[in-house]
């Protein structure tokens, strides 16, 4: 069974930088996408950021555009979301999750099928 191991969360004060990483254990990423998404206490599950991965094209939503950077390793099967300039209403669990088999760089949960566990994210004012 595929699964996705996030890893790299934690607490950090506003201003500050984390990197995340999210590595895929039973399948070699390829014509995919990997997407990064958060969720805070009593909202939804928000998109952040997402990769294809056969040629690294990107997107990302607005509130982190230029903060935000996803990227990824072919070597070690991983992706990265590295995190600057953090506010603390960036505070959530991330997860991260493939989009497999599809060209798209989709920004909508349900259309993912594969999740991590997720990691906190905690940004002190």
């Known amino acids: 069974q595929v699964q996705l191991v996030e890893s790299g969360g934690g607490l950090v004060q506003a201003g500050g930088s984390l990197r995340l990483s999210c590595a895929a254990s039973?399948?070699?990423?390829?014509?995919?996408?990997v997407g990064w998404f958060r969720q805070a206490p009593g909202k939804g599950r928000e998109f952040v950021a997402a990769i294809r991965w056969r040629d690294a094209s990107t997107n990302y939503a607005g509130s982190v555009k230029g903060r935000f950077t996803i990227s990824r390793d072919n070597d070690k099967n991983t992706v990265y979301l590295q995190m600057t300039s953090l506010k603390p209403e960036d505070t959530a669990v991330y997860y991260c999750?493939?989009?497999?088999?599809?060209?798209?760089?989709?920004?909508?949960?349900?259309?993912?099928?594969?999740w991590g566990q997720g990691t906190q994210v905690t940004v002190s004012s």
């Open positions: 999750a493939a989009d497999w088999n599809t060209q798209a760089i989709r920004s909508i949960p349900s259309r993912y099928d594969t």
């Open positions: 039973k399948r070699t990423f390829s014509n995919d996408a």
